[in-house]
């Protein structure tokens, strides 16, 4: 496999807080144009997985590699790295201060030094994109869950990013807001962009995913396409896990 | 319900109204706005209060530019020792921890002595001194002015500020550093995710937030600086408090001068409390978060 075809690339990674071993020994691959699911437990150190993909962790040790390059604490080239990476938080981490255009422009205009017109021109077609046009001079707190999250996730997408990481996107959500989300990230998915999505949401996993990893206690037990993953589980501690989240 | 109950239901609501407009009531503002007339009328009246007043109101401009620029000043020591607080350089944290710390611990009658008259003259000793270098080594267009410069030059006004301003950046520091933690984790998160450099998350993401928080805490200091600018009479310069002292202890009206001073600074600070509790309100009616 040459290096463009693997977009993030994880070697041995860890990450300690403390005594706890967070993430412990991770490899991993995903493929360009992947939907890559992680599920698992709470605490099994998949959001902390996830954030040493941009460094919003710094690992331990281990390395990781993003479309060929290796990504480094080195801010400068740290910084260019993540402008190519969108990110979806579970909190939506909306700037509540701003409007939910100059939300989507900010880090087009001061970190990519797009125009303010054109940088404009591209948080409207995102907002069009997730449905939510007509919300563009509101402000955050305006919105409900779900169209904040949307909003986020257009300002991830307006970065006119190669990889987008959702960190449980829905697990904030009132439970008849998730289904617009999911909506969102289901025709996203359908457009090619490589995507990393931690989420407790099987039906998304079993509907878009190419790659279904489980992790448990800072390791990945699993990894399997979604109809092997769900059908024939091979791992003990995975059925069971299973069992019970598909039992709720 | 008939035609009767419900004009009595009516009454009654109407005089529980009036009750809670009544204990609602401002009754202090009245209270100090009858002061405020009683000595109003004293000063035009009583030829002795109104000479007072006329000439402690020629320091009413140093007061309010003294604060102001005072506050001005402090206001941006503030930001760059906060921001040094929480700073992951341990040069910088360091350096703004015991610059706050040393302001702390310091009374600031006594501050404001030590940075007008041992401070200042030290620095243009060693401006001197810098000066004197330069000179010896050619660059004399440079060095001369800087060489010539004498302490006696640097008028009392001009320290007055300095001094002000380095006791209250340190207290200012701690406010924007609280302001700056006011705001969630999650704020930085995804400014930084998004490739934003620490400074302009701090700038664009962080600071508008973090400032929104302490703008009162920003006016009541604001407030206070007016109240310690009256320490500056001990280096001479003339505000209002010095020409009271002044006043008094040559014409022996203690009761006038102090009297018509203690009014003046009443009426501005309430007056200022008055208005920052207005745009206080306007702005939590604005608030969008």
Redesign the interface.
């Known amino acids: 496999m040459n290096t463009h075809e693997s977009m993030i690339r994880m070697l041995d990674v860890h990450k300690t807080f403390g005594s706890l071993k967070a993430v412990n020994g991770v490899s991993l691959t995903v493929r360009r144009g992947q939907v890559f699911v992680i599920i698992g437990p709470s605490g099994s150190g998949k959001s902390t997985l996830l954030r040493c993909i941009n460094f919003l962790e710094v690992p331990d040790s281990g390395q990781v590699w993003i479309d060929g390059r290796r990504v480094e604490a080195e801010p400068r080239r740290l910084n260019a790295v993540r402008a190519n990476i969108g990110m979806v938080f579970q909190q939506f981490n909306l700037y509540p201060h701003l409007t939910v255009l100059e939300n989507i422009t900010l880090a087009q205009r001061i970190v990519r030094r797009v125009p303010g017109e054109q940088a404009k021109q591209t948080a409207l077609r995102q907002l069009e994109r997730v449905g939510i046009a007509e919300k563009a001079g509101a402000y955050p707190a305006q919105l409900s869950g779900g169209q904040q999250q949307r909003v986020a996730i257009a300002r991830a997408l307006a970065q006119d990013p190669d990889v987008m990481l959702f960190d449980e996107p829905t697990s904030a959500l009132d439970p008849e807001m998730i289904k617009e989300v999911l909506d969102v990230m289901l025709s996203l998915a359908r457009t090619g962009i490589t995507m990393v999505v931690v989420t407790h949401e099987m039906g998304f996993a079993r509907a878009a995913a190419d790659v279904v990893v489980f992790m448990d206690q800072g390791q990945i037990l699993e990894q399997a396409p979604p109809g092997q993953f769900f059908a024939r589980p091979q791992h003990d501690r995975t059925r069971q896990f299973l069992s019970q989240i598909l039992t709720r | 319900m008939n035609l009767e109950e419900s004009v009595q239901m009516q009454a009654r609501f109407i005089e529980r109204r009036r009750r809670t407009r009544l204990s609602d009531f401002p009754w202090w503002i009245l209270a100090v706005g009858l002061l405020a007339a009683a000595v109003a009328v004293l000063i035009s009246t009583d030829p002795d209060f109104n000479q007072a007043f006329v000439i402690i109101r020629a320091g009413l401009g140093v007061t309010v530019t003294t604060s102001l620029a005072a506050f001005a000043l402090a206001l941006v020591l503030g930001l760059i020792a906060g921001l040094g607080l929480i700073s992951a350089n341990p040069v910088y944290r360091n350096a703004a921890t015991i610059y706050v710390e040393i302001v702390r611990g310091i009374p600031m009658l006594v501050l404001i002595f030590f940075i007008a008259l041992v401070m200042i003259p030290g620095a243009v000793g060693g401006i001197n001194v810098l000066g004197e270098l330069l000179v010896s080594r050619g660059m004399t267009a440079a060095g001369t002015p800087l060489a010539g410069l004498d302490i006696s030059q640097v008028d009392m006004n001009f320290r007055a500020v300095l001094a002000l301003a380095v006791t209250y950046g340190a207290f200012l520091a701690e406010v924007f550093r609280a302001g700056i933690q006011s705001v969630?984790g999650?704020?930085m998160?995804?400014?930084?995710?998004?490739?934003?450099?620490?400074r302009?998350a701090m700038r664009?993401?962080i600071l508008?937030?973090a400032v929104?928080n302490i703008l009162p805490a920003l006016g009541n200091d604001f407030i206070s600086m007016i109240k310690d600018s009256s320490l500056v009479s001990v280096l001479a310069v003339r505000d209002i408090t010095q020409i009271a002292r002044l006043y008094a202890g040559r014409s022996f009206k203690f009761e006038e001068a102090f009297t018509i001073l203690a009014v003046m600074y009443l009426t501005i600070t309430l007056v200022l409390s008055i208005v920052m509790k207005r745009f206080e309100q306007r702005m939590r009616r604005h608030e969008?978060?």
């Open positions: 969630p999650g704020q998160e995804a400014a930084r995710a998004q490739g934003m450099t620490y302009q664009f993401v508008p937030q929104r969008h978060a």
